[in-house]
């Protein structure tokens, strides 16, 4: 499916909207079985992970609670040592919590190492890692995915909450913006 908004180009479609869905449920129910008995909590790495931890839940059949922070990253990202701050943190202490962190997608790995090592400190009962995409191409630390949606060729994605520039995020599928 493409879809070509107003004054926008249209935008190649990688993962197709049904595929997503296909794929929520899949993860879902993995987690649900994962997961049962245990004090879950969802961390949705904002901005880009929102449609995904939305779809996602839905399909989690386990009493849990979510969560939300947010990271920026300064610096050459494309080198190592680039810098990852927190914008905004969780709103609750994580001690004793089964934590999945829920992520749009691992690029070159620094946020979700970050975020790891990060949130380790506040010794929670486990940490995982859930990502919709996975770019393995361009990995400088080598994080482990606990579940993962779909792996991507190294190229810049967007929808499904993945921005360019801000935009895109509402496109409900993975698509490819065209070389200008
Ligand atoms: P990493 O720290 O793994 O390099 O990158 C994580 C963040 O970079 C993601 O959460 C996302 O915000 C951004 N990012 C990396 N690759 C892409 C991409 O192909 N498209 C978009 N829209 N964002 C990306």
Redesign the pocket.
Known sequence: MRIAREAEPPIESLVAADRIAGRCAELGREITRDYSGKDLILVG?L???VMFLSDLMRHIDLPLTVDYLRVS?YGD?TESG?V?RFELDLSQPVRGKHVLIV????????????LLNNLATREPASLKVCTL?D?PS????D?PIDYRGFQ?PD????GYG???QGR?RNLPYIGRVPAS
């Open positions: 790495v901005k880009g992970s990253s990202r680039g990852v992520e749009d997608i691992v690029d070159t790995g620094l946020t979700v190492h970050y995409l770019k361009r990995r400088q630390k994080v991507v190229t810049f994605v967007v993945l921005d360019y895109y």
